[in-house]
């Protein structure tokens, strides 16, 4: 489990997470949302042991302050906002970085990559990619870290990403937000930055609204996404709909029916 408790965090001076209490299950795919400058990407570094943090934030019960980064990286990937490489490396060399855990074992970037649709890239230069391509390698990278959601111990894995469908088409959104699926269904732990409300409803078990660094709800997808919570939140007129019934999505107000 993760539990991350009254966290509040700066970012150089400003004052930037104010008193976020939040829990994230293994075996569920949990999303963070909220406007731009919320504060997600600042709540997700502290919860990956990268950003400093008062309160307290434990992951499988070990306190994320106290951890070394190489014993978290055991047990947690995380998937930046970007990432820049900085020397020409081809896609499967990028993808091998991912293998701290399972050096050598090349069937596993291999793999990796396969899952994000991106075989016969092995030789692409990185640089050379579109932007959603680099993003999946970025994936098949991480995935490769902790190839498996649960250990032999019944430890769990989790993936930490942020924004991951950011610059994809929505057949590789949904490739992406499969992969997510199936690692939270092996008894993985996911806890995703996400733009798009609407894959959010549809793909999430649970949802943390953020906004100017607090929380304002949590908890199913359903009952967090209210037309006035969202409308606040994103200081626009929002209406939630209810069709199909299966999940909620999200309409600006000026398109809801009348
Ligand atoms: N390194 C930094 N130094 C100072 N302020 C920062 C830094 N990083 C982010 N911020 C500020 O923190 C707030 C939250 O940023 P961020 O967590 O990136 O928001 P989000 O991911 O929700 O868009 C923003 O106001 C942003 O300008
Ligand atoms: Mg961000």
Redesign the pocket.
Known sequence: MLDARNVSAR??R?H?LHDISFSAQPGQVSAIV?P????????LKAMTGDLAYSGSITLNGQDIAQARLADLARIRAVLSQSTPMAFPFTVIEVVRLGLINSPGQDHIAQSALARVGLTGFEGRFYQELSGGEQQRVQLARILAQVWRPLGDDGVPSWLFLDEPVSSLDIGHQLQVMRIVRDFASAGGGVVM?MHDLNLTAMSADKVLL?KD?RAIDQGNPSTVFRNDQLSHAYECDLFVNRTPSTYAFILPQSAAPS
């Open positions: 970012q150089g400003k930037i909220g731009s400058g919320a504060g997600k990407s600042t709540f930055v953020l660094g």
